[in-house]
C-alpha cells in the first residue's frame, strides 16, 4: 500500500510549518496581532481538527479495527487527539478571559509536535506494511470525500480554487508569512 498515507504526511508538513512560523512570531514578540490567533484557531479547528483528524479518525483508524495490535495504537493516538482538544479548549478559554492564550498555545504546538514525529516515524509506517492495496485505495478516496466536506462546510475555498487540496487554499497564506 503505497499513497494514501503520503497526503497525511503532506498535512503533516503543512501543520508543522504553520507551527514554526507562530513559534518565530512568538519568539519574537510576546503580543501577536489578535487577527493573526483568529486565524491559527481557524487552522486548529478547520485543517488540523476537522480535516487531518477527521481523515485519521473517520478513516484511518477504522481500517485498522481487522489487526488488534494496529488498532492498539489507532486507540492511542485517538485518546491523543482529544487530549489536544482539550489543550486548544484551554486556549479558547485564556483568550476569552481577556489572556493572550500565547503559553497555551505554545503547550497545544508542542503536544502536537510530539503526536505528529509519533504518527510519521512509527505508526504510519506500521499501517502501510499491514494494510492491503486495496484498502489503501478505499483510504484515498475517503480522504478526499472528507476534504471536500470540511472545505464545503466551512466554506474555505475561493471559486477558482475547486482543485486544489485543503493544504494549498490561501486562506492559510497569513499564517505562512516569513517575518
Ligand atoms: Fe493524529
Ligand atoms: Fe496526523
Redesign the pocket.
Known amino acids: 500500500m503505497t499513497g494514501a498515507l503520503d497526503v497525511?504526511r503532506d498535512?503533516?508538513r503543512r501543520i508543522l510549518e504553520v507551527f514554526d512560523r507562530f513559534e518565530q512570531r512568538s519568539a519574537a514578540s510576546e503580543v501577536l496581532p489578535p487577527e493573526y490567533l483568529d486565524e491559527l484557531l481557524a487552522f486548529v479547528h478547520i485543517f488540523i481538527d476537522a480535516n487531518?483528524?477527521g481523515k485519521?479518525e473517520r478513516a484511518l483508524f477504522r481500517a485498522t479495527e481487522a489487526h488488534p495490535w494496529l488498532n492498539g495504537f489507532a486507540l492511542l493516538l485517538n485518546e491523543q487527539h482529544e487530549e489536544g482538544r482539550g489543550l486548544v479548549r484551554a486556549v479558547v478559554c485564556a483568550r476569552e478571559r481577556g489572556q493572550s492564550g500565547l503559553a497555551e498555545l505554545r503547550t497545544f504546538v508542542a503536544y502536537l509536535r510530539e503526536?505528529?514525529a509519533r504518527?510519521n516515524e512509527a505508526v504510519f509506517v506500521s499501517i502501510e506494511q499491514a494494510l492491503d492495496d486495496l484498502s489503501g485505495s478505499d483510504l484515498a478516496a475517503r480522504f478526499a470525500e472528507i476534504e471536500r466536506e470540511v472545505i464545503e462546510r466551512w466554506k474555505i475555498a475561493e471559486p477558482d480554487e475547486e482543485h486544489r487540496s485543503i493544504a494549498d487554499l490561501r486562506r492559510w497564506d497569513a499564517l505562512l508569512v516569513r517575518v
Do not use: K, M, Q, S
Open positions: 497525511l498535512e503533516h487531518h483528524h485519521e503526536h505528529i504518527e
